[in-house]
């Protein structure tokens, strides 16, 4: 299906034109979502989306799923009360980086510990944007914002290394450069039986490109397409061409990490269950 | 065939930048359309399509 049809299926009729401002990541992002969703050949009822707080959170109000807009920080929760309610649903949970990482920071290493079935989709501009361009735990240090005039002087978390440590058993990775690849990311997250981590490297043209002076949001996604290293050539890097590369502010994309071999949450708590009917 | 929904068009130029035809501009009014006389330029390779942030182009095969 192309894009048109996707947009006529999966958006809900009349919200078109969305409220993102010029060349922001996030419609290519949603549109991602929506293309995932219809490369898995999903019913729309089955699917679920939640999101937090946060220009990127506005994305479950255009999708028509069965969807929620909720906290800050708090789309996990939500997220995974939904699928212990219902665990056929497929869950997924957009979520900015701010929203995701600071205030949401302790659900997302207890979603991720739980290993519950949920694919979340991460979106990281770096920045606050719908407040204005504070910086996020995943701004680079070095970063202007509102917040930082004088520049950020705190490195940035490695969010998947975190997730995966945390215990997701997905792990992923693409920028709104590599659209095909951001597609397929989610799809196989979303077919994940576990917590699934997608993080989407995006553009605020806004408040983080004019402070940063990254410039149009044609220029932030070509910046995104030369320090992006597809997973396969990653791993093939010799340590020190890698930490060369990781010092160039260099990334690599693709699916970087899944198993199989944890047991899901909501499949663990169908124990309990049991346990308690006996 | 391309085909623009001009209502969703944002002018950010990012199908501009992409095409690697130089098929299409950002016009003074701030909207997205086709260079006058390059629409036979076109080679129907879905990147604008692709790219776009705002489902404003698409490639009608
Ligand atoms: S402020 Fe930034 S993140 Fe928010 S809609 Fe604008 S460009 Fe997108
Ligand atoms: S990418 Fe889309 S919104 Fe941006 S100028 Fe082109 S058609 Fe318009
Ligand atoms: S389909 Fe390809 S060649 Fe045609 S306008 Fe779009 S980007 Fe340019």
New binding site residues.
């Given amino acids: 299906m192309g894009m048109e049809q996707i947009a006529e299926k999966y958006f809900r009729p009349g919200r078109l034109p969305h409220i993102w401002c010029p060349g922001c990541g996030n419609g290519i992002i949603t549109g991602a979502i929506a293309r995932a969703v219809d490369q898995l050949g999903l019913d729309q009822n089955e699917v679920a989306m939640i999101s937090g707080i946060g220009c990127s959170s506005r994305s479950s109000g255009y999708l028509d799923f069965n969807t929620a807009n909720t906290l800050h920080g708090r789309a996990l929760p939500i997220a995974s009360g939904v699928k212990m309610a219902n665990p056929a649903l497929k869950v997924i949970v957009a979520s900015g980086d701010g929203d995701c990482t600071a205030i949401g920071g302790n659900h997302l290493i207890h979603a991720a510990r739980r290993n519950i079935d949920l694919t979340l989709v991460v979106y990281n501009n770096s920045i606050y944007g719908m407040t204005g361009g504070q910086y996020s735990p995943m701004t680079p240090k070095g970063s202007k914002a509102t917040t930082a005039p004088y520049m950020t002087i705190e490195p940035s978390f490695n969010l998947l290394e975190l997730a995966r440590a945390a215990g997701a058993t997905f792990v992923a990775r693409a920028t709104t450069y590599h659209v095909p690849q951001m597609v397929d990311a989610i799809a196989k997250g979303i077919r994940h039986k576990g917590f699934a981590i997608v993080e989407c490297v995006s553009a605020c043209p806004i408040n983080f490109g004019r402070q940063n002076k990254a410039g149009a949001p044609a220029k932030m996604m070509e910046w995104q397409r030369d320090h992006a290293v597809m997973v396969a050539a990653w791993e093939k890097m010799p340590a020190e061409k890698k930490a060369e590369a990781q010092a160039a502010g260099k990334f690599p994309i693709g699916v970087l990490y899944e198993t199989d071999a944890v047991q899901e949450y909501t499949e663990a708590y169908d124990g309990v269950i049991e346990r308690a009917r006996r | 065939m391309?085909k623009l929904i001009s209502q969703r068009c944002k002018g950010c130029g990012i199908?501009v930048n992409?095409?690697?035809?130089?098929?299409?501009e950002v016009t003074e009014v701030g909207k997205c359309a086709?260079v006058e006389g390059k629409a036979p330029?076109?080679?129907?390779?879905?990147?604008?399509?692709m790219r776009c942030p705002d489902y404003a182009?698409f490639?009608e095969k």
Wanted: proline fraction near 5%; charged fraction near 20%.
């Fill in positions: 391309l199908c992409f095409c690697p035809k130089k098929v299409l086709i330029d076109c080679i129907l390779c879905g990147q604008c399509e182009i490639v």
